[in-house]
């Protein structure tokens, strides 16, 4: 049957990889390819929900206590900072920590954290209420970054041969999660108040905790040789890690200054500001598979949706507001538009990034395992949330300066420049391609030239 195969995957070398070859093996594969997903399902849904729940309502109420538009900003931009930190350290020692407790404990710290952070309003406001924030986000910080670093490595285990395609579906459920997060905290916050949100999403994820506990398979691997450093050092990597933090800094703008920009344009209430994010998540949810699949049939495609998304989703941010100079009136379906267009130029940039960077470490001698994929799965983490942590950042500050319009427009320059970068690296590197093909037509016609008097 064609289909365990393609299940089971290769051997990797150094015991890592499951034994093959009996009927009852692929069977047992599937099974733990199963709850797999549905770990990583759980993990994706749960965290984009605690995560996205904020956007409508949260800068308003930071308002309320005395809390500035840039303060918000670093409010949403900290958890990406300590998110980088810890994804690099639980990257690194992954191994050491095992992949399932560092998962299991990641999910639970997580939820614990966001029913705290439902209980905020009852502290005074001012320096006391923005301290707290940033505590409690930090702590969130620190346990998605435990939790989606084990995730990648699993999946990557799991799926030697599909890492794209499983990537890639598996963002139905982190854009599922974008999409019931702000419309469920808008209006959970319009109903009930300011703690219900986050104790019921935060109840959800702890929920999740047991199911995990009994389904997720064990996966033990000895540490490798290799470091970040190796690993970031690579000049194809080190641009694909500038396209990360690009692509991840556009989400992070919209954070803190979308919902506000809306409020103040439109005239929405917050239950429908939510709505207006739909735009953006329920595209990205659906276009990152297709790119998922492609990425993995057709793998020299990636560079072209790697490069063209880039373009692209600058075209969006330019558009956003729109820029002033463009003279094109701010209409709300207008937005909502660009927003779409944007779900999709992101997952096709975003998808084909993690196969790319793994391909690039096996090809430079980093061996195939968990350990690898532990330093990939914590590099692209930490990468992504760099443009995580200075999207709401900067984004918060330019808003306040030079408002809405010329602020989202900056944030485009950043992925133009990302994705004109990646595409003369990938003509550069075509070039050099065939270069060394041509020496080596030529060196073996010299060859067979300086053999032929001795064959006559």
């Known amino acids: 049957m064609d289909a365990p195969r393609d299940c089971e995957g290769p051997r990797l070398p150094g015991g890592d990889g499951p034994p093959g070859g009996t009927r009852e093996t692929s069977r047992q594969l599937s099974r733990e390819q199963l709850f797999v997903l549905i770990s990583a399902a759980s993990i994706n849904l749960g965290s984009m929900m605690c995560y996205s ?64 952070f439902g209980v905020l309003d009852q502290v005074p406001e001012g320096p006391v209420f923005t301290a707290m924030c940033f505590l409690v986000r930090i702590a969130d910080a620190v346990s998605f970054a435990a939790a989606i670093t084990a995730s990648f490595s699993i999946l990557a285990k799991a799926f030697p041969n599909s890492v794209a395609t499983v990537l890639g579906s598996l963002e139905i459920f ?23 949100p986050f104790i019921f999403l935060g109840c959800i994820v702890l929920l999740m905790v047991p199911l995990n506990m009994y389904i997720l398979p064990n996966y033990d691997s000895d540490p490798g040789e290799h470091s970040f450093w190796k690993l970031i050092t690579l000049p194809k990597i080190a641009l694909i890690a500038f396209v990360i933090n690009s692509l991840s800094s556009c989400f992070g703008f919209l954070d803190p200054t979308l919902s506000l920009f809306v409020l103040e344009k439109f005239n929405l209430p917050a239950g429908y500001v939510g709505l207006v994010f739909l735009g953006l998540a329920v595209s990205y949810a659906i276009s990152s598979p297709l790119f998922g699949l492609l990425s993995d049939k057709i793998p020299h495609l990636r560079k072209w949706f790697l490069v063209l998304g880039n373009i692209i989703t600058a075209g969006c941010y330019m558009l956003l507001g729109p820029i002033p100079v463009l003279h094109i009136q701010s209409q709300l379906w207008l937005l909502v538009l660009i927003l779409v267009l944007n779900g999709v130029s992101a997952g096709m940039s975003v998808i084909p990034t993690f196969p790319e960077i793994l391909s690039c470490a096996y090809e430079n001698g980093f061996e195939e395992g968990l350990s690898t994929l532990g330093l990939v799965s914590g590099l692209f983490s930490a990468m992504w949330s760099v443009g995580a942590f200075i999207g709401p950042t900067l984004g918060g500050f330019l808003y306040e300066k030079i408002g809405f319009e010329w602020a989202a427009a900056v944030q485009g320059l950043w992925a133009l420049t990302s994705g004109l970068a990646m595409g003369l690296f990938y003509l550069w590197e075509h070039a050099q391609r065939r270069r060394s093909k041509l020496q080596n037509i030529l060196g073996t016609e010299e060859e067979q030239t300086a053999l032929l008097p001795d064959e006559i």
Do not use: R, W
């Open 53 to 116: 729940i904020l956007g409508p309502f949260f800068p308003k109420e930071a308002e309320k206590k005395g809390a500035s538009n840039t303060v918000t900003g670093m409010i949403f931009g900290c958890y990406a900072l300590f998110d980088l930190l810890a994804s690099l350290v639980f990257g690194k020692y992954l191994v050491h920590i095992g992949a399932k407790f560092m998962f299991v404990a990641g999910m639970f710290v997580s939820g614990g954290v966001t029913v705290l």
């Open 174 to 196: 982190s854009g599922l999660g974008l999409v019931l997060g702000p419309p469920l905290g808008g209006f959970l916050y319009q109903s009930f108040g300011y703690e219900v």
